[in-house]
């Protein structure tokens, strides 16, 4: 790795293994990769970066696109994505939205 290159989020991780436009995945799977016990705290780490990403927009259209390579033009499609899809997708609670 070099010195300039950051390392690589769980939330990244995740958007583009489980959730990149060419993979089919299912939530158990997904449960199975975030509750790994050789990552205690990745499920955690995993949870509160996408809620970061949610309310926060900290993942931009253009850094979507690359993780999973599908077409994102605008933040509320990013947003609309980590809500209707990825969060529906693993939790069982409504997805955060700002109060």
């Known amino acids: 790795m070099t010195a300039n290159k950051k390392q690589e989020s769980t939330l990244e991780y995740f958007l583009s293994t489980h959730f990149h436009v060419g993979v089919s995945t299912t939530r158990e799977s997904i449960l199975a990769s975030l509750n790994n016990s ?42 609309n994505f980590l809500k209707n899809y990825v969060w529906k997708t693993i939790y069982i609670e409504p997805a955060p939205t700002k109060q």
């Open 38 to 79: 050789n990552f205690p705290n990745r499920a955690e780490d995993f949870k509160q970066q996408l809620i970061d990403a949610i309310l926060n927009h900290s993942i931009s259209a253009k850094e979507l696109e690359r993780l999973t390579d599908s077409d994102y033009e605008t933040q509320e499609e990013v947003e």
